[in-house]
């Protein structure tokens, strides 16, 4: 087995090949999980209220966004295909597609910012709570195009396989965000204390900077010539059409996604504070192993489509047999930590008076931090597969599934639970649970007996 071990370590679409590419990735949304960690610590600290909106709020302004992010952050495949295929002159001008696809997203962030309170007070959440949530939601549309636009960017960087670059500049915003965070929730070093206005504040700084200096690298001399970058800027019908082909079914996969899971948050706060501070901060813990696993998604996307334009998509599968065996060793040493001290977790959240107020808030954390051991094992090797399919262009039928798995697998099962029956928090888990299940059985089958081996992106 050892020996095994050390030659799939050195093969072609080994792991270390897949490590190469996607431990950057790994860091870079593992910086993500810290900074949103920090921010949501932060926010238990200062105020139940605040705790309990940050996260529904969030995840609203995030999914809202998913469809123009999904969609601008599959530019990622197209230079990984052009990449492989040594057609590197084509590149820029798929980089400028992106970057006008950004700009569309403007056509929704405008007027949800108009409609944030008429829509929070429809979630039916307590009062002092949906003063919050659309406080925390309008200060974050200040910089919501340059949230999409950070995603065509970076996958510049992470198709050709560059992705230190994208760790680096990650890591950035994580430290100018969780610093202002400090400074300006708690009003600390003469600065007004904001609460979670100023928790929104940071994360909009944060982002354009971020923004800033991926404009900065890409057109640096280093790459403006040997990409085309500068003379490819016109508007490309063709190759922005081929974006919206391949890209707007990951977009909407990404919305329903995120959707499902915004809806899944509100559902639980209904049934009270205590239950919507638990589930935010159980799911919290859990973006501490998700998201870093989205890196390894990210990574795999990149094998394979290069794999794919090279036309050699027998390394691609084996690419991402490879990611499923890193995964799984790394998952399963979390699930045995949140099963075996799921305290050490959920401690900095009990620092500063945090969670003083909820009855029971500790040993209820502890329960919700099983389902996530069970699930996120499940979780793994979906987002594998997923980024897989993405990779080679499979992401239609990743839409249909995600409508079907996300609508009639969990927003609807659990509207009708809340409605009709005598709903719990945990009852709500066991459908998510469930939903994380399936979605993992469906992929796998796909990419067992899929057509994704034959498929493209780019031109033929």
């Known amino acids: 087995m050892l020996k095994a071990i050390q030659r799939r370590w050195s093969e072609k679409s080994g792991y270390r090949e897949v490590l190469v590419i996607s431990i950057p990735l790994i860091l870079s949304t593992g910086a993500w999980s810290i900074l949103l960690f920090f921010d949501r610590m932060f926010l238990a600290w200062y105020s139940p ?15 809202m966004l998913c469809f123009f992010i999904g969609t601008a952050a599959y530019v990622n495949t197209f230079v990984a295909q052009y990449f492989g295929a040594t057609e590197e002159n084509k590149i820029g001008a798929i980089i400028w597609q992106g970057i006008y696809f950004s700009a569309t997203s403007l056509l929704i962030i405008i007027p949800a910012y108009f409609l944030a309170e008429s829509f929070f007070s429809l979630v039916g959440h307590q009062p002092q709570v949906q003063v919050q949530e659309t406080l925390y939601f309008k200060i974050l549309m200040y910089s919501a195009v340059f949230m999409v636009l950070n995603n065509a960017l970076a996958s510049f960087f992470s198709g050709l396989g560059k992705t230190l670059v994208v760790m680096w500049v990650s890591m950035l915003i994580t430290v100018i965000n969780i610093s202002l965070d400090y ?183 502890v329960i919700l931090l099983r389902f996530v051991a069970f699930f996120c094992l499940f979780d793994a090797i979906f987002l594998v597969f997923l980024g897989a399919l993405e990779g080679a262009g499979d992401t239609r039928f990743i839409m249909k599934m995600s409508i079907v798995i996300s609508i009639f697998l969990l927003i609807i099962p659990c509207y009708l639970y809340i409605k009709y029956f005598d709903a719990t928090m945990y009852g709500l888990w066991w459908i998510i649970t469930s939903n994380v299940v399936i979605y993992c059985a469906v992929f796998y089958w796909r990419f067992k007996n899929g057509p994704w081996r034959s498929m493209r992106v780019i031109e033929s």
């Open 183 to 365: 400074v300006l929730i708690f009003g600390n070093y003469g600065f007004p204390e904001m609460g979670i206005r100023g928790a929104a504040t940071a994360s909009n700084i944060a982002v354009i900077t971020g923004s800033l200096v991926y404009l900065y690298l890409i057109f640096n001399h280093q790459y403006r010539k040997r990409f085309n970058l500068l003379s490819s800027w016109k508007f490309n019908r063709e190759l922005f059409n081929r974006l919206i082909y391949f890209g707007t079914p990951n977009g909407l996969r990404l919305f329903i996604d995120m959707s499902a899971f915004t809806a899944f948050l509100m559902f639980v706060g209904t049934l009270g504070t205590h239950e919507g501070v638990t589930t935010n901060i159980a799911f919290n813990i859990e973006a501490l192993s998700f998201l870093p696993m989205v890196g390894m998604m990210i990574g795999v996307a990149v094998l394979v489509g290069q794999r794919i334009g090279e036309n050699k998509p027998e390394l691609a599968e084996k690419a991402a047999w490879s990611a499923i065996h890193l995964a799984l060793a790394f998952f399963g040493v979390l699930a045995v930590l949140y099963l075996t001290i799921p305290k050490i977790f959920i401690y900095p959240f009990t620092l500063n008076g945090g969670l003083e107020e909820l009855n029971n808030g500790v040993e209820t954390i």
């Open 49 to 63: 209220a605040a705790i309990a909106a940050a996260m529904p709020a969030g995840m609203t302004s995030f999914a």
